[in-house]
């Protein structure tokens, strides 16, 4: 078993760089508006850079892990019916009931987790990574959006809007650098060594970038009211999340142990930074960024409890 304080000594690097991001911008020394190019620079250059720097340099049998995408995607289902089945039980709207399940089943996998299980496993923890990249956006997010689309239409059919969202995803530069990253291992193709050289300079900036940009998103987050609505996405995210995920981990125990690992610490991380950019487009922008703030701060705790709890297995 590893001492908690050697946990710690891990993970709060991680969480100083949220802070040093939050300070910066809370004290004016960079406006809050230069945060978003960042976040920009992050999740369209550099960390679709990393993945396909990651997957082309494996072989497709190191690739393609089905029982991975079952537990993470069957995981992340069920966290994100529950919580959709307990808010429609509190008589809200499908719309609100399908924000409530996604900011308890997608986390912030790209700003908060890449930096996590990099640092604790390596290069190596990018293949169950870009597959549980695969699930939250081509699985769960266009779940979740098609049926705020259907809720707020009476005449939407939640079928159309689902391919209608999967249509939009796969334009994401990380879908398509996993694509590309694959495509390159099947083929048994790589770039130029100076290709080369400049996607691992790209890969290097993503971690310590991301986190100083999600410190810097979180400056200006007020939590006023909707206290029983915060908690319960909180809740949801940071223990209901995991806990699904561990259930359906049970039932593969011939997953590799890595990737037993980094599924059940990347469900432990607070929910994607632009929950609350969705959130706006439904009229629902002031929940989804007040859960914001509380999610990160209270994940400092639950990560470190988990990774605790993990090695301690």
């Given at each position: 078993m590893q001492d908690f304080s050697y946990i710690l000594s891990l993970t709060s690097p991680t969480f100083l760089l949220i802070a040093i991001g939050y300070i910066v911008v809370k004290t004016g020394w960079m406006p809050k508006e230069n945060v978003r190019p960042l976040a920009w620079f992050v999740v369209n250059i550099g960390l679709p850079a990393a993945l396909f720097k990651a997957l082309s340099s494996r072989s497709f049998q190191d690739i393609l892990h089905y029982d991975y995408l079952l537990v993470y995607g069957l995981g992340s289902l069920l966290s994100f019916a529950t919580l959709f089945i307990l808010a429609r039980l509190r008589k809200k709207s499908i719309t609100e009931c399908a924000l409530f399940g996604l900011g308890a089943s997608v986390s912030?996998?790209?700003?908060?987790?890449?930096?996590?299980?990099?640092?604790?496993?390596?290069?190596?923890?990018?293949?169950?990574?870009?597959?549980?990249?695969?699930?939250?956006?081509?699985?769960?997010?266009?779940?979740?959006?098609?049926?705020?689309?259907?809720?707020?239409?009476?005449?939407?059919?939640?079928?159309?809007?689902?391919?209608?969202?999967?249509?939009?995803?796969?334009?994401?530069?990380?879908?398509?650098?996993?694509?590309?990253?694959?495509?390159?291992?099947?083929?048994?193709?790589?770039?130029?060594?100076?290709?080369?050289h400049v996607i691992d300079v790209l890969a290097v900036t993503v971690g310590g970038v991301s986190l100083f940009a999600i410190g810097g998103m979180l400056v200006g987050l007020e939590v006023k009211g909707m206290i029983n609505d915060i908690s319960s996405i909180v809740i949801g995210k940071l223990i209901l999340h995991p806990l699904c995920v561990f259930f359906f981990i049970l039932l593969f125990p011939t997953m590799p142990l890595l990737f037993?690992?980094?599924?059940?610490?990347?469900?432990?991380?607070?929910?994607?930074?632009?929950?609350?950019?969705?959130?706006?487009?439904?009229?629902?922008?002031?929940?989804?960024?007040?859960?914001?703030?509380?999610?990160t701060l209270v994940s400092f705790l639950t990560i470190n409890l988990m990774l605790w709890f993990i090695s301690s297995l």
């Open positions: 912030n996998s790209l700003m908060v987790g890449f930096p996590i299980i990099i640092q604790l496993f390596g290069d190596q923890a990018l293949v169950p990574f870009a597959l549980t990249l695969i699930i939250e956006n081509l699985f769960i997010l266009p779940l979740a959006l098609a049926l705020a689309d259907t809720g707020q239409q009476k005449n939407s059919h939640f079928f159309v809007a689902f391919v209608k969202s999967i249509s939009q995803l796969i334009k994401n530069p990380i879908i398509i650098a996993i694509a590309i990253g694959v495509a390159s291992t099947v083929i048994d193709i790589q770039p130029p060594k100076l290709v080369s037993k690992q980094v599924a059940i610490i990347l469900a432990c991380m607070p929910m994607f930074s632009i929950f609350a950019v969705i959130g706006m487009r439904y009229q629902y922008g002031s929940l989804c960024s007040a859960v914001l703030l509380p999610a």
